[in-house]
């Protein structure tokens, strides 16, 4: 298993990003515990992140230009701060795996099953999961990590992931982690 942490470090400057900032902002909180907790189960993190057309950009870049914005930016960065041990790849559209060596950081880790965290959950984590499906992964969305501009749409994402997709959807704090 491993740990995917889609969009959550960024200065919330994008069109509609304000609509979008206070649900990642009540997430964050809950993706920093779960993060905690995978870290301490040998359970891999790895952030996928867009580069927001950056492309002289690297990851430590972008968080450092995150936590400059100040404010919730800020907030939400350092909640839920990368870590030494962890992983990374910018992604230049929706999905964490298009354009990225998502695939192969995978398969290095022998990851089989990916339990996906961020924003926005009816995007780039509905992008995700179809292209993690189409890869043959195994994939959990847990209920409390994920979020989107309302709660409305979250609410419908979650569903097509439990009803379409058939993915299990539980609160972060009841799902098992392997042990190391």
């Known amino acids: 298993m491993a740990l995917l942490v889609v969009d959550m470090i960024s200065c919330w400057d994008f069109q509609d990003a304000q609509k979008l900032l206070p649900e990642a902002a009540a ?8 993060s905690d907790r995978c870290r301490r189960a040998g ?6 992140n867009d580069n927001l057309g950056r492309w002289r950009s690297d990851f430590n870049a972008l968080v450092a230009w995150s936590l400059e914005c100040g404010g919730e930016a800020a907030d939400i960065t350092s909640a839920i701060r990368p870590q030494d041990d962890d992983y990374f790849v910018l992604k230049p559209k929706h999905s964490a795996f298009h ?3 998502l695939s192969l950081l995978l398969a290095h880790l022998q990851v089989r099953t990916v339990c996906m965290a961020g924003v926005a959950s009816d995007q780039c984590i509905m992008t995700s999961v179809a292209e993690a499906r189409m890869r043959d992964l195994d994939v959990v969305v847990p209920s409390d990590l994920v979020a989107s501009q309302t709660a409305e749409r979250n609410a419908a994402a979650l569903l097509q992931f439990k009803n379409v997709y058939k993915l299990r959807t539980p609160r972060s704090p009841g799902l098992r982690l392997p042990s190391s």
Request: no cysteine; hydrophobic share 70%; charged share 0%.
């Open 27 to 34: 997430i964050a909180p809950a993706i920093a515990a779960f």
């Open 43 to 48: 359970v891999p993190v790895i952030y996928a």
């Open 99 to 101: 354009a990225t060596p």
